[in-house]
Structures are given as structure tokens and as C-alpha cells.
């Protein structure tokens, strides 16, 4: 399967500092990436949907100037948390949408490893 | 309701039983369907991808879809302490233009030797 590297795994941070994740996919050239946050024994929430080139669509509930997404190449999307606060504190997973596979089965999402958030 | 409902578990096994996980949603529109692994803090892994109702096999892991009962399941024969992990269902559908992946909560897996 593809490769998608998240960096960084982990972040510990202070109250009211940005904090960046990466995203990379390693061996395929992804025009769309989605970033998606997971609490504790819940599932993934899609946050939003990150298209080269393009603004990001924002699921609802989630604040754009809080978490800024930046997709300006076609394997690398970053999202900052923004004067990050406790409550930020979260799994924050992406993933890279890869065609290659062709229009009969559809594309699939390939994930990153994932970067825990801490904010003291 | 919500759109994907997963039995979080926990379940426990014994090395070597069949493992037999499940999933059911409620919105038709739904047209494919994934299994991911997800070890403790990393990522999700794609295991089973299917679109059409029946099963399709991957060595020790067997994935069924019944669109009819809206009803998914994955199986796991033979199974191993590796094996120990979170599997998530997914399920794809359009909206809006766009495609979405909605994900169950996950049922943690813990195969004991």
C-alpha cells in the first residue's frame, strides 16, 4: 500500500502557542487529504478536507481560524493548531487520498501514524 | 441513529479461534466499505476494502458485505496475538460534491497465546 508520514508523532506544548503537523505522502502525489482528530475509545471525526492548491472545506463544528490547513503541494499538507489550549489536546490523524487504483473501486485513504497533542 | 454503529468491544479470544467482528449502518448511500486496523497510538491501516454485497478473502481475513440487512462484517480466522488491535469499520458515500469516509467507533481485539 502507499505511504503517508505524519511528523510529528508527538507534541507537548504550553497554553496559547502553534503547534505544526505534517503530512507527507511518500510515493504517490495526493491532490486531496484529509485531517481527522480522535478522542479516547472514539472514533475519527474528519475535521476537514485539504485540496492542493485550494481552501479547505471545514466540517461543521470545526473552527477555521483555529486550525489552519495549508496544502501547496501535491504530497505535503500541513495543519496548525493555533494559540492551542488544553481542550486542543488530541490525536490528530491525516491521510492522503490515492487514485491510482482507478474509478472501479474508487479511491482509498492511506493514514499517517498519527500525532498525540498534549497542551499544558 | 447514528449512521455507523460498532460494538466497541472489548473482545477477547484465544489464539487461534475465529474472530468475527461487525458493523451496521443506516444510510443507503453508502457504496463502499473498509476494515482498518489501528494499533495502539498510530494510524489506521487498510485491511478489506469491498464494494458489492458478498465476501472477498485476504488470506486469514474474510470481509462481508449484506446491503440488504446493511450489515458488514470481517473475520478473522486462525487468529494471532498480533492480531491485538482496534479494528474500525469505514463506510464511503458522496455528499455535497465531495466524498466522505464515516468511521465506526472500533472494537479493540485482544488475542491472547
Same mark, same amino acid.
Given at each position: 500500500?502507499?505511504?503517508?508520514?505524519?511528523?510529528p508523532s508527538r507534541v507537548?506544548?504550553?497554553?496559547?502557542?502553534?503547534?505544526?503537523?505534517?503530512?507527507?505522502?511518500?510515493?504517490?502525489?495526493?491532490?486531496?487529504?484529509?485531517?481527522?482528530?480522535?478522542?479516547?475509545?472514539?472514533?475519527?471525526? +474528519?475535521?476537514?478536507?485539504?485540496?492542493?492548491?485550494?481552501?479547505?472545506?471545514?466540517?461543521?463544528?470545526?473552527?477555521?481560524?483555529?486550525?489552519?490547513?495549508?496544502?501547496?503541494? +501535491?504530497?505535503?499538507?500541513?495543519? =496548525?493548531?493555533?494559540?492551542?489550549?488544553?481542550?486542543?489536546?488530541?490525536?490528530?490523524?491525516?491521510?492522503?487520498?490515492?487514485?491510482?487504483?482507478?474509478?472501479?473501486?474508487?479511491?482509498?485513504?492511506?493514514?499517517?501514524?498519527?500525532t498525540r497533542?498534549?497542551?499544558? | 441513529?447514528?449512521?455507523?454503529?460498532?460494538?466497541?468491544?472489548?473482545?477477547?479470544?484465544?489464539?487461534?479461534?475465529?474472530?468475527?467482528?461487525?458493523? =451496521?449502518?443506516?444510510?443507503?448511500?453508502?457504496?463502499?466499505?473498509?476494515?482498518?486496523?489501528?494499533?495502539?497510538?498510530?494510524?489506521?491501516?487498510?485491511?478489506?476494502?469491498?464494494?458489492?454485497?458478498?465476501?472477498?478473502?485476504?488470506?486469514?481475513? =474474510?470481509?462481508?458485505?449484506?446491503?440488504?440487512?446493511?450489515?458488514?462484517?470481517?473475520?478473522?480466522?486462525?487468529?494471532?496475538?498480533?492480531?491485538?488491535?482496534?479494528?474500525?469499520?469505514?463506510?464511503?458515500? =458522496?455528499?455535497?460534491?465531495?466524498?466522505?469516509?464515516?468511521?465506526?467507533?472500533?472494537?479493540?481485539?485482544?488475542?491472547?497465546?
Amino acid at each position: 500500500g502507499a505511504v503517508v508520514s505524519q511528523h510529528p508523532s508527538r507534541v507537548i506544548c504550553k497554553s496559547g502557542t502553534s503547534v505544526k503537523i505534517e503530512c507527507r505522502s511518500l510515493d504517490f502525489q495526493a491532490t486531496t487529504m484529509f485531517w481527522y482528530r480522535q478522542f479516547p475509545k472514539q472514533s475519527l471525526m +474528519l475535521m476537514a478536507t485539504s485540496n492542493e492548491g485550494s481552501k479547505a472545506t471545514y466540517e461543521q463544528g470545526v473552527e477555521k481560524d483555529k486550525f489552519l490547513i495549508n496544502h501547496a503541494s +501535491l504530497t505535503l499538507s500541513t495543519l =496548525t493548531v493555533t494559540s492551542a489550549h488544553p481542550e486542543d489536546s488530541s490525536f490528530y490523524i491525516c491521510s492522503a487520498r490515492d487514485f491510482r487504483l482507478g474509478t472501479t473501486w474508487g479511491d482509498i485513504q492511506y493514514f499517517g501514524a498519527g500525532t498525540r497533542l498534549s497542551v499544558l | 441513529q447514528k449512521e455507523v454503529e460498532q460494538d466497541p468491544g472489548p473482545l477477547s479470544v484465544p489464539e487461534g479461534a475465529i474472530v468475527s467482528l461487525n458493523c =451496521t449502518y443506516s444510510n443507503s448511500a453508502f457504496q463502499y466499505f473498509m476494515w482498518y486496523r489501528q494499533y495502539s497510538r498510530k494510524g489506521p491501516e487498510l485491511l478489506m476494502y469491498t464494494y458489492s454485497s458478498g465476501n472477498k478473502e485476504d488470506g486469514r481475513f =474474510t470481509a462481508q458485505v449484506d446491503k440488504s440487512s446493511k450489515y458488514i462484517s470481517l473475520f478473522i480466522r486462525d487468529s494471532q496475538p498480533s492480531d491485538s488491535a482496534t479494528y474500525l469499520c469505514a463506510m464511503k458515500r =458522496t455528499q455535497g460534491g465531495s466524498e466522505k469516509l464515516v468511521f465506526g467507533k472500533g472494537t479493540k481485539l485482544t488475542v491472547n497465546p
